[in-house]
């Protein structure tokens, strides 16, 4: 037997897990797997992930390996895709208007566009994310011909659109839940929330993903206070599905440790 597959035996061990579960409970504990684990610790803000995120690697979501990892999966469907593509289909009108939050380079226009087209006689497709990654959009919409796809960096721009998708960014979202639907100064309809980490078993709380050559700080919710506070908002929640092609490990963390993402389909409430 390997030294390395000793080790992952006793990580993985009940008592071991149960030590490190004990020592992630109290402050310097916490300090100290943070310390060992860095970047994927447990942190008390967002100003304390960017902190650890930025300690060794490039800190943001512009990255060039990021929209190189995006560009990869436009035409791709994941299977998590599968149940937000079928509560958007199920809108009864010809066209259709989506605002994708943090929709990169609009890879999942690229994924989605076949199937909703035969649902939709037009669909209308924008994204909003930072100014550099808008402008490898446009650019990669340029030279596939999406002329229905647009990008901006404003909010308001989703005013009068039918489906707000906020796929593989609602966990970077750093302030309340009321905060991010105000921005957009409209209630959509519909909204698809999908791959993010959440769990139930406890208070929500902020990491760090760590991908290579960048990291960036996200927050994992607590489920139950995610929906709840959708609903003071005036969405209640139609479903909820797992997003098993993703995982959020913390290793010296593993009560925090998120075997699946899931997904979330909110209406607006009459």
Not at 160 to 177: N, T
Not at 205 to 219: E, L, R
């Amino acid at each position: 037997m390997g030294i390395r597959r000793i080790a992952k035996e006793i990580a993985y061990s009940m008592p071991f897990v149960a030590a490190l579960n004990a020592v992630g409970k109290w402050p310097l504990g916490r300090a100290l797997l943070n310390q060992i684990s860095h970047p994927r610790g447990v942190y008390a803000d967002f100003r304390d992930a960017w902190a650890a995120a930025g300690r060794r690697r490039y800190a943001g979501h512009d990255h060039s390996d990021s929209v190189k990892t995006h560009l990869a999966l436009a035409g791709r469907l994941r299977s998590s895709d599968y149940a937000a593509l079928y509560w958007m289909s199920q809108l009864e009108q010809p066209q259709v208007r989506i605002f994708d939050f943090g929709g990169n380079i609009g890879n999942l226009f690229y994924s989605y566009l076949p199937y909703l087209s035969r649902r939709f006689t037009r669909i209308s497709w924008t994204v909003m994310d930072l100014p550099l990654i808008c402008l490898e959009g446009r650019r990669t919409a340029r030279e596939r011909n999406a002329a229905n796809l647009a990008f901006t960096e404003s909010a308001e721009d989703a005013v009068g659109c039918d489906v707000l998708l906020v796929s593989g960014s609602f966990h970077y979202w750093e302030r309340p839940i009321r905060e991010f639907l105000a921005q957009f100064q409209w209630a959509a309809p519909g909204i698809v929330v999908n791959r993010t980490p959440t769990q139930n078993e406890g208070p929500s709380f902020v990491t760090v993903q760590s991908a290579g050559a960048y990291a960036v700080p996200c927050i994992v919710r607590n489920e139950t206070e995610m929906a709840t506070e959708f609903a003071r908002c005036g969405y209640r929640l139609a479903d909820q599905w797992k997003a098993a092609e993703l995982a959020l490990r913390l290793p010296l963390f593993p009560s925090k440790t998120v075997p699946t993402y899931s997904g979330f389909y909110f209406v607006r409430a009459e």
